[in-house]
């Protein structure tokens, strides 16, 4: 059974740059949830998704956004790039969410320059 | 003052020894979740506690909820537990400790 697949894994962009990251969950799973680690602040909870629609959302800003596909799938998109935005990005995948008893992702490692 | 506090922040040990991480929390919850995050990023649910306490092999989890405190232990450590432990409370909104480093040496 394939596990949560992040791509990409390692990314570089540029301040004011926007960028994309995709999340397959586990197939079957109907929830998927992101979260952003970084060494200052530690993992926060960015959103969560069931079945196509926005459950729950995290103290950030508008420019971070997402979205889930009929599949299951979902992307997070984050606009106009700050520096304080690189991080590494994860996401979980669980049958119906709302708890931590999920599958994460590798992650993807967003570096902003 | 963070709503989740671990500690000890980092902890080196010997091969073999019991090891105890503590979280303590303010807020209320009805769960609470220890994972475990090894270098390179990949993250692993350890354990789902709302009361009292849980085994899975060497790792034993417990909670109390009216102290509002939780503890992660470790028996008979190994160099492969080096990981970064997290405890995490919430359920809609999850709120993260720090977490604690902990390097087993052989």
């Known amino acids: 059974k394939a596990g949560v697949t992040q791509t990409p894994r390692y990314l570089i962009k540029t301040r004011g740059q926007q960028v994309t990251l995709s999340c397959s969950p586990i197939s079957g799973h109907r929830s998927v949830s992101w979260y952003q680690q970084t060494p200052g602040q530690g993992l926060q909870f960015l959103f969560e998704y069931f079945s196509e629609t926005q459950r729950n959302k995290g103290n950030f800003p508008g420019r971070f956004s997402g979205r889930q596909f009929s599949n299951s799938r979902s992307e997070m998109n984050v606009s106009t790039l700050e520096l304080g935005d690189s991080a590494l990005y994860l996401c979980?995948?669980?049958?119906?969410?709302?708890?931590?008893?999920?599958?994460f992702g590798q992650g993807t490692r967003l570096t902003v320059v | 003052k963070n709503e989740v506090e671990q500690s000890p922040q980092n902890l080196t040990a010997q091969e073999g020894e019991f090891i105890t991480i503590n979280c303590s929390y303010s807020v209320g919850i009805s769960a609470l979740h220890w994972l475990q995050q090894h270098p390179g990023g990949g993250i692993v649910s350890l354990f789902m506690?709302?009361?009292g306490k849980k085994k899975h092999g060497r790792l034993i989890a417990t909670i109390n909820i009216q102290e509002k405190h939780s503890s992660l232990h470790i028996t008979a450590s190994h160099p492969r537990d080096s990981a970064v432990y997290i405890c995490a409370v919430g359920d809609d909104k999850i709120i993260f400790g720090k977490g604690t480093r902990l390097h087993i040496l052989p």
């Open positions: 979980a995948s669980s049958l119906v969410g709302r708890s931590l008893e999920a599958f």
């Open positions: 506690l709302s009361s």
